[in-house]
């Protein structure tokens, strides 16, 4: 499968990391091997803790959100199925996901989030110079991310002792 998608979507070697819980088909020496030979990285979660992944877990609480999500069990395993597919189908190329800027995964896929940004970026700047009293000197972001990381390190800010008021 792997191979078959490195293939069909031409995915260069050292491209692609493949995150996977600490299961033992996705530890296990084939899978690995087959992952070196093809450039992939492996990455997995820490033993204990469900939450490494936050992308799944976005799509997991957009998914309990949706108001299409139906209140009773699925009447049967095709209904499921469906339902499921028709989320895959609006998650990726319709709904637009603020860590690449508002563009859907699809978008991005095929390269069409840079124009459709600087495009964003033309609107913001005329607005901005047709009433520059209504924005702030940071207006929002409408650069191409070019990386998008798994538990991205963020330094904390540091605190200033001498603010701090008596308790």
């Known amino acids: 499968m792997l191979r078959?998608?490195?293939?069909?979507q031409c995915i260069?070697?050292?491209?692609?990391?493949?995150?996977?819980?600490?299961?033992?088909?996705?530890?296990?020496?084939?899978?690995?091997?087959?992952?070196?030979r093809l450039g992939i990285t492996p990455s997995r979660s820490?033993?204990?803790v469900s939450n490494d992944n936050p992308y799944s877990e976005?799509?997991?609480?957009?998914?309990?959100?949706?108001?299409?999500?139906?209140l009773g069990p699925?009447?049967?395993?095709?209904?499921?199925?469906?339902?499921?597919?028709?989320?895959v189908h609006w998650y990726n190329t319709e709904h637009r996901h603020s860590a690449i800027r508002f563009v859907t995964p699809t978008q991005r896929h095929a390269g069409l989030d840079g124009p459709m940004l600087a495009k964003r970026e033309d609107v913001y700047a005329a607005a901005?110079?047709?009433?520059?009293?209504?924005?702030s000197a940071t207006a929002r972001n409408w650069h191409p991310?070019?990386?998008?990381?798994?538990?991205?390190?963020?330094?904390k800010p540091t605190e200033n002792k001498n603010l701090r008021k008596p308790a």
């Open 74 to 87: 699925f009447t049967d395993i095709l209904h499921a199925r469906r339902w499921v597919t028709d989320l």
């Open 4 to 8: 078959d998608i490195c293939e069909r």
């Open 12 to 36: 260069p070697e050292g491209q692609l990391t493949v995150h996977s819980d600490n299961g033992s088909p996705m530890k296990g020496e084939t899978m690995l091997a087959t992952m070196w």
């Open 46 to 48: 820490r033993p204990s």
């Open 128 to 135: 901005r110079q047709a009433n520059p009293n209504r924005w």
């Open 145 to 155: 991310v070019n990386e998008v990381h798994l538990n991205p390190h963020t330094p």
């Open 58 to 70: 976005s799509l997991f609480r957009t998914l309990k959100f949706r108001p299409q999500l139906p």
